[in-house]
């Protein structure tokens, strides 16, 4: 990119105005108080950021770069340069049967599966959205200053009850993976599942068998707690006892409350997250977003950091994660998927995410093998007793890698049930 200047003062006091009043509406939190904004705290200089921390709003960043150029060649002080190599068109059929031939092909080797509350709902697990029978629509009953208060760690701390009353309602073990928990599974099998990203805390991931090396669970875990004042661990035994005898679960050695290793909004992501990305999205070479809304950050960020040839296949009830609008009209890049007349590498298949799963399956030359699988393993879940605790990992599959799985710790997020 070249800049031209019209005067050697006049239009970089501007561009510096400009560039700093974006900057600062993009530091603001939602986690700050009102009235303060993250950029009013001194940063340290010459300390670079974490390039994972600050994915979010890396993003955001090429959107507002996006505007900033547009509205400089408006004023006639910018000359773009015009690209000198053509894109190299991804997918000869940029449609699901594209989708399947590319997966088909020697070229998909590393599927990315990243997933939300859309994949558990057919097994009875209400996800956070949807009109009527979303969760956030149900939680009145609870008395709440917004349903989203419930996940909030500040409110938590003040008043942990409606949390446990709502965990004793949809605890972890009750229900069955659906068919698109199997789908993955069988990614694994074919040897293709290099990740998959859960947004999920049902543990119906492992209950499906999908090895535990292969699963990122970004928003935590029931497995284990910890007090919030001394940081005691305990196991999952003891905070189901006390969350089943409507108690809420304290610490024994200090007055603290014993909270989930489930992320709340204002905490941060597992420090596995951060590792794993740093690995992960640059060898991805298919990506298969299922049942998220693709609203809540850093998650939703993550389409965006695959590289700019690899297909991104969204299986969910309604087109999400799309390309801003306001780009789209100005003609600019930005974030988000591309699923308009001119795409390239982005297809959605919209409806349920469990008959999209079956569609795409069929289409691949699994369908049997996936209503099998589905079959068999819901009768050894009912044999075995598995639906009476939180799904522990298979242990009649075996991890394909020897890597080690990282401990926790870093960015803000929402959990899902």
Partial sequence: MRVIYLSNRPW????????????????????????????????????????IETMGSRIQDSD?????????????????????????????????????????????????TLSGAGISTSAGIPDFRSPETGLYHNLQKYNLPEPQAIFEINFFRQNPKPFFTLAKELFPGKFKPTVSHYFIRLLHEKGILLRHYTQNIDTLERGAGIPEDKIVEAHGTFYTSHCLECQKEYSLEF????????????????????????????????????????????????????????????????????????????????????????????GLAGGGLQLEEEAGRDVAWLGD?????????????????????????HERLEREGGLASPHSPNPSVTPTTDEPIPGQSAVTTEPKL
């Fill in 12 to 51: 970089r006091i501007w561009t510096k105005l400009l560039s700093r009043n974006f900057n600062k509406s993009l530091e603001m939190s939602a986690n700050s108080p009102p009235g303060i904004c993250n950029g009013d705290v001194p940063l340290e200089r010459g300390v670079s950021p974490n390039p």
């Fill in 64 to 112: 507002v770069d996006s505007i900033r150029r547009y509205l400089a060649q408006k004023l006639g002080f910018y000359e773009p340069i015009k690209p000198t190599t053509p894109v190299e068109k991804v997918l000869n059929e940029v449609n699901l049967d594209g989708v399947v031939k590319w997966i088909k092909s020697e070229r998909c080797q590393n599927v990315i």
């Fill in 239 to 330: 905070i189901k006892e006390r969350i089943f005898t409507d108690q809420i679960p304290i610490c024994t050695a200090c007055p603290g409350v014993v909270k989930p290793d489930i992320v709340f909004f204002g905490e941060s992501l597992p420090e596995r997250f951060q590792m794993c990305l740093q690995a992960d999205f640059q060898k991805c070479d298919m990506l298969i977003i299922m049942g998220s809304s693709l609203e809540v950050q850093p998650f939703a960020s993550l389409i965006d950091m695959v590289p700019d040839w690899c297909p991104r296949l969204l299986i969910n009830r309604e087109k999400a994660g799309l390309k801003s609008p306001l780009l789209r009209i100005w």
């Fill in 353 to 377: 995410c469990d008959d999209g799963c079956l569609v795409v399956a069929d289409k691949l030359g699994w369908g049997e093998e996936l209503r099998a699988l589905v079959a068999s393993e």
